[in-house]
């Protein structure tokens, strides 16, 4: 459980984008009822991508999640939208769980990327927006480490919300 006494704090979903193959795992294309997932995975799917989902049980198969998950809700104070706060730094740890790749949150769709682009700047983590990071790509590495250090920024410095 991420936070004890908040059993309905995982959050339904987080999205990425991983490099482009040809299945689409059957079991996850059930979340995609909502109407805005559907649009989402839609204008994906259309460019060429594989969606996919990801939540809280995939941030749990990293090995430090139990260690981070205590700091992050003991040591950053993550303020009234505690849930999205929670997600906003939990999903780096997701995303490295899955061996890296692109993210993008559900109300980002491509105008021009096209799949076959392999991650830029050789893995490196990379932020296409200011303010906002709905569009990230880096290799697993790089999840972990910016994972780390915004959950060191958060200690330090007080949520950031990631």
């Known amino acids: ?9 995982e959050h339904r979903y987080r999205l ?11 079991k996850e294309s059930l979340k995609f009822r909502d109407p805005w997932l559907a649009a989402w995975r839609y204008a994906w799917e259309r460019a060429g991508w594989t969606t996919r989902i990801l939540n809280l049980s995939h941030a749990q198969q990293m090995p430090e999640f139990d260690d981070f998950n205590q700091t992050l809700w003991t ?3 993550l303020g009234q939208g505690y849930e999205y706060d929670f997600q906003c730094y939990i999903r780096y740890l997701a995303m490295a769980a899955v061996g890296g790749g692109w993210m993008s949150d ?11 682009v392999e991650l830029p700047n050789r893995g490196t983590f990379t932020v296409y927006q200011q303010h906002v990071p709905a569009l990230m790509s880096g290799s697993k590495e790089q999840w972990q480490k ?17």
Do not use: E, F, H
């Open 1 to 9: 459980m991420p936070r004890p006494d908040c059993p309905s704090c």
């Open 16 to 26: 990425m984008l991983r490099k482009p193959t040809r299945r689409v795992l059957a």
């Open 75 to 77: 040591k950053v104070p």
């Open 106 to 116: 559900y109300d980002v769709i491509p105008t021009y990327l096209p799949p076959d």
């Open 146 to 162: 910016v994972a780390r250090r915004l959950l060191d920024q958060g200690v330090k410095n007080g949520s950031w919300a990631a």
